[in-house]
C-alpha cells in the first residue's frame, strides 16, 4: 500500500515476522465493527438489515480491543454502521493507538465535526470518510441530500485540525471513466485528502440494491479507461501498484480472504466482511476450521464478480513485499 514511511517499514518488520514464524495465514488489517447501527440507509450496504435487538447493541471496549489482540494485527479498519454512534468510540480508538495499532476509523463523516474534539491527531489514526461520487452522485447513493457537503465541510476542518484524512469510494456500473475521474480529481486536489482508496462494488448479499453492482469485466474496463494516460500516478491512491494493475485486468490474482478478517457483534465472520458463513469466537477458530480453498473467483459463485480489497489487496501486498521489483515501484508511487 502506499503508506507513509514508518507505517511501511512496521508493516515490513511485521511480515518478515510472519516469515520467519512460518505463519501462512495472518492479519495484515482488522474490518472492526463495533456496531452494525447507522445513521444512513445506503442501498448497497446491508448492515442496518440485521434485527433491531441487533442494531441496539454496542461492543464493549474491552471485547473490541480484545479481538485485535488476540490476532495481532497492525492496523484496524474500524467499521460499522457508522462509528462515530458509539458512545466509547474514541476510548477505543485511544486503546489501538496506546498498543501502537493503525487505526482508520471510517464515517460517513455526517457526525465528525460534532465528534471531532474527542479525538487526537496521531500517526497512528487517520479518518476514513465515505464519498461515492460528486455530490449528486453521492447524496443519490446515501438516499439523503446534503451528505456530500456536510462530508466535505468535515473533512476541511479535520484537515485543519492536524488529522490525517483519508477516504474510501465504491464505484457502481452507473459509473463511468469520467466519473471515477472527477471524484479523483476532486479529491487529490481540491479536498486535499492524503490517501484514497478505491473499490468497485460487490453484490453484498443483505444490500437492498442487487442491481447496480460491477462484473469483473466492468470493472476492469471501468478501471482501465479511468487510469489511461498515467492519470493513475497523479492521484495520491493508498493502494499498492499492484493492486492498481489488477483492477485494471493486467494481472490476475487469488483471494486471500484471511488477511482481512472481519470482526463484528456476532464473532469472526467467515469467510470476509462481505460473505456470511457463519461466525466464530476466536480467531483461531476462524483461521484453522475454515476452507480458504474453496472461496475467490472460479471457486465459489458468490465470489464471481469480486474485485474487493478485503480478498484481493492481501494478495497485492505481499506480492509486492515478496519482489524487490515491485517494492521499489510502490515506493517510487507505481
Given at each position: 500500500m502506499a503508506i507513509p514511511l514508518r507505517q511501511n517499514v512496521r508493516i515490513g518488520a511485521y511480515l518478515f515476522k510472519q516469515k520467519v514464524l512460518r505463519h501462512t495465514k495472518f492479519p495484515l488489517i482488522v474490518e472492526l465493527e463495533p456496531l452494525f447501527a447507522c445513521n444512513l440507509k445506503c442501498g448497497g450496504c446491508g448492515k442496518i438489515q440485521h434485527p433491531a435487538s441487533i442494531l441496539k447493541q454496542r461492543m464493549p471496549?474491552?471485547?473490541a480491543v480484545g479481538a485485535i489482540e488476540e490476532c495481532g494485527a497492525p492496523m484496524v479498519s474500524l467499521a460499522g454502521g457508522e462509528p462515530l454512534m458509539h458512545p466509547q468510540i474514541d476510548e477505543i480508538v485511544r486503546q489501538l493507538i496506546k498498543r501502537k495499532k493503525y487505526v482508520y476509523l471510517c464515517t460517513n463523516a455526517l457526525l465528525l465535526r460534532k465528534k471531532m474534539d474527542l479525538f487526537k491527531p496521531s500517526r497512528y489514526f487517520a479518518w476514513a470518510v465515505h464519498i461515492d461520487g460528486l455530490e449528486e452522485r453521492h447524496d443519490e447513493s446515501v438516499a439523503k441530500e446534503g451528505t456530500f457537503a456536510e462530508a466535505v465541510a468535515a473533512i476541511a476542518e479535520a484537515k485543519r485540525r492536524g488529522f490525517t484524512v483519508t477516504t474510501n469510494t465504491t464505484f457502481f456500473?452507473?459509473?463511468?471513466?469520467q466519473t471515477v475521474i472527477d471524484v479523483l480529481n476532486f479529491l487529490n486536489d481540491e479536498a486535499g485528502v492524503d490517501k484514497m482508496m478505491?473499490?468497485?462494488?460487490?453484490?453484498?448479499?443483505?444490500a437492498p440494491d442487487q442491481e447496480h453492482f460491477l462484473g469483473v469485466q466492468e470493472t476492469r474496463e471501468l478501471f482501465h479507461k479511468a487510469f489511461a494516460d498515467g492519470r493513475r500516478k497523479k492521484w495520491r491512491l493508498n493502494h499498492s501498484p499492484l493492486f492498481l494493475d489488477f483492477l485494471e485486468g493486467k494481472v490476475d490474482f487469488d483471494c486471500t480472504a484471511w488477511g482481512i478478517p472481519s470482526y463484528s457483534l456476532l464473532g469472526w465472520q467467515r469467510p470476509c466482511y462481505l460473505m456470511s458463513d457463519g461466525y466464530v469466537a476466536t480467531y483461531k477458530e476462524l483461521i484453522e476450521t475454515t476452507d480458504w480453498s474453496k472461496y475467490?473467483?472460479?471457486?465459489d459463485p458468490r465470489c464471481a464478480n469480486c474485485m474487493a480489497h478485503c480478498g484481493y489487496e492481501p494478495t497485492a501486498v505481499l506480492a509486492t513485499m515478496g519482489s524487490l521489483k515491485q517494492s521499489l515501484r510502490a515506493a517510487a508511487g507505481g
Open positions: 471496549v474491552e471485547q456500473n452507473t459509473d463511468t471513466p478505491i473499490s468497485p462494488a460487490y453484490a453484498y448479499e443483505r475467490g473467483r472460479g471457486r
